[in-house]
């Protein structure tokens, strides 16, 4: 979900006319690397005067520097910096509002004391009726521990709260699903386990996000057992979702099937174990996961009891060594750990048409241009490169699936579902080694991800209503 890009900064610069031409400064801010893209001008008198430069730069290492030379020139005063990233934060970027305006007494009696109170009482007689009379029908908590944020690993909680406020922004523009931003201040998992189950009569469903592996899947699984509504830890199954969406495209471009292919998993986390069982659910065979000690086998007992899970439902041919020794014949690498761990020498030892999912983020396992003339398909974790593997495609459509039909659980069927949606939002004439994955500001995405997930969670059993225009499928 974050990737690199440009930066831009907003400079306030009190320039004195008498000392210095303002050519001056835009030339020693373009020495410095900054592309001067807008200048607003906000006070003038005969001797000076004051002005916004909007600066674009590279990237964020740059900002020091460039602001160092303004500072050193004689005749200018910088008066302040603004980051836009920042400003776009002030304030913290959600807000919540009344859908009716309260105008009169009678509105609020109506909306408070003391007419309320029969909204409660029929609400105490059928609890089913909170998804009706209260925000929970389409309100979903975005929860963090913020031990496993990424790109910074384990921060304070209250500065996980801009990344959960961020998905909370795509819930709602994406899905029209209202999402409010929570942050724990503990890292215990029982702890988190009470505290989520204490709070889950206000929301439809748990988005949990950021939470370290290993304690995300027991929190995960204990919640799924405890609580009547769908608990999703996006940064499993999100990413296995898109992942496999992806995949199944990319079998499309070279001409193989799922059940024929050798596929490496490297980093067998959170992200990991999720991207490998949906794969099997989805009829991968030969998958092996690599992790710092090499081959996860049936030979080894290890301390986390995933990775236990995952020996003895993974490697059939048992397969040992490190990632140089079992990537040889893979038809795909998928690379969930960090970057520079997979080298060009290592793909050519892949088999014919190799694809190549290096999705650290924000290096991936190794650059695309090292690899574009041997891999035959290459996606990452960034904006910046083509086939951008990106959980954002998968959590709107999915929720609001999960909402609309009162799913108690979101289950394999559905993740599955959800892929193969978002595969064939991507048509014939389109697909090629550089698309197999769409933007996420598809329109087609959410809609098609929501008809084929409620359709798969009616089958399932996990749907406790059928919306209207399903009832012909029932």
Known sequence: ???????????????????????????????????????????????????????????????????????????????????????????????????????????????????????????????????????????????????????????????????????????????????????????????????????????????????????????????????DIPVFHDDQHGTAVVLYAALINALRTVNKKMDEIKVVVNGVGAAGVACSKILLAGGVQNLIGVDRHGAIHRGETYEQEMWNWYAQHTNPHQETGSLQEVIKGADVFIGLSRGGLLQREDVMQMANDPIVFAMANPVPEIQPHLIEDIAAVIATGRSDYPNQINNVLCFPGIFRAALDCRASTINEEMKLAAAEAIANVVQPHELNASYIIPSVFNEKIVPSIRQAVIKAAIRSGAAKKIPKQFHADS
């Open 1 to 227: 979900m974050h990737a690199l890009g440009g930066k831009s900064i907003i400079l306030r610069i009190e320039l004195n006319g008498e000392q210095m031409k303002f050519a001056e400064i835009t030339a020693a801010i373009a020495q410095a690397g900054g592309d001067i893209v807008a200048i607003d001008v906000i006070s003038t008198s005969s001797t000076t005067s004051v002005r916004d430069l909007t600066v674009n730069v590279t990237s964020s290492e740059h900002i020091d520097p460039l602001v160092e030379q303004v500072k050193q020139l004689r005749g200018a005063k910088l008066v302040h910096v603004s980051d836009r990233t920042f400003l776009l934060h002030l304030g913290g970027k959600i807000e919540t509002r009344p859908k009716t305006p309260i105008q009169n007494r009678d509105d609020l009696s109506r909306v408070y004391t003391p007419e309320v109170s029969r909204v409660c009482q029929a609400i105490e007689e059928e609890p089913d009726k909170a998804f009706s009379l209260t925000i929970k029908r389409n309100t979903v908590a975005v929860i963090t521990d913020s031990s496993a944020v990424l790109g910074l690993g384990s921060i304070h909680p209250c500065a996980a709260m801009p990344v959960m406020e961020g998905k909370a922004m795509l819930f709602k523009q994406l899905a029209d699903v209202d999402a409010f931003p929570i942050s724990l201040d503990t890292r215990d998992t029982e702890s988190i386990i009470q505290t989520i189950r204490h709070i889950a009569p206000a929301f439809g469903g748990i988005n949990l996000e950021d939470i370290a592996s290993p304690r995300c899947f027991e929190i995960e699984e204990r919640l799924k057992q405890e609580l």
